[in-house]
């Protein structure tokens, strides 16, 4: 049987967005832990299903309590859920995260949110030097069937200290991030195909994430820093 999001969910996440107070949170928290508790089945599934053709070997389900010492946005609790999931370091990189909520806002991300100093500057370094190879996977037929217009990540606003302006990669260099992202509706996420849907986008980042890992634990001369 196909575990899929349940209604609930959404329902309950609507209605703390009218309510989003201590007082009310605590008088419904059992429909909280009842919805956490299905949303948990969907998170592990998935990660089974990752587990089948990757290796993580670690699943996050995030807290719905905010932290509001540094937020304008002092509302006490988050509206949606989020799950993220680490590939095993230090041979494989990469991460993936799905996240629901309802009013059409849910997505699913993976790639690179916050690279070390040091891994960025290897990346940019191996697309300064050759970037055939990033480009021929992000412009591949079964790559961009599922991740065409979808990736994303904050930018500088030219260059790089050390890389020219108008080197032939300059739009990958001065990304920041490397984030791929897809949305979905409440229709979509409510669908009881929606965690294959999941699985298929996760599978078809593989190239890029191949990639990425093998730039990552070798030198600029090939020779690898894990062994």
């Known amino acids: 049987m196909s575990v899929q999001v349940p209604q609930s969910v959404f329902k309950f996440f609507k209605k703390l967005e ?23 089945v969907f998170y592990n ?31 006490p609790y988050k509206t949606h859920f989020g799950g993220s999931y680490n590939r095993v370091k230090p041979k494989l990189r990469g991460g993936y995260y799905v996240h629901l909520q309802p009013n059409n806002e849910s997505f699913i991300a993976t790639g690179f949110w916050q690279p070390e100093k040091e891994d960025l500057l290897r990346i940019r370094k ?15 037929k079964d790559f961009n ?21 108008d080197h032939p990669a300059i739009d990958l260099i001065k990304k920041k991030q490397y984030i791929f992202t897809k949305h979905y509706s409440d229709k979509e996420v409510l669908d009881a195909n ?4 999941i699985d298929n986008a996760f599978k078809a980042i593989r190239p890029f994430f191949d990639y990425m890992s093998d730039v990552l634990t070798t030198d600029l001369n090939g020779v690898s820093l894990i062994d």
């Open 45 to 75: 599934t998935v990660l089974d299903n990752l587990n089948k053709h990757d290796e993580v070997d670690k699943l996050k389900v995030f807290r719905i309590y905010r932290d509001v010492r540094f937020s304008k946005n002092k509302l």
């Open 194 to 197: 929606f965690i294959n849907e």
């Open 18 to 40: 009218k309510n989003n107070n201590r007082d009310w949170f605590n008088d419904n928290k059992p429909e909280f832990k009842a919805a956490e508790k299905e949303v948990k």
């Open 145 to 165: 069937s599922i991740w065409a217009d979808h990736f994303i990540g904050d930018e500088v606003k030219s260059a790089p200290r050390g890389f020219p302006k």
């Open 126 to 140: 191996e697309f300064e030097m050759d970037d055939s190879e990033i480009r021929a996977i992000l412009s591949s």
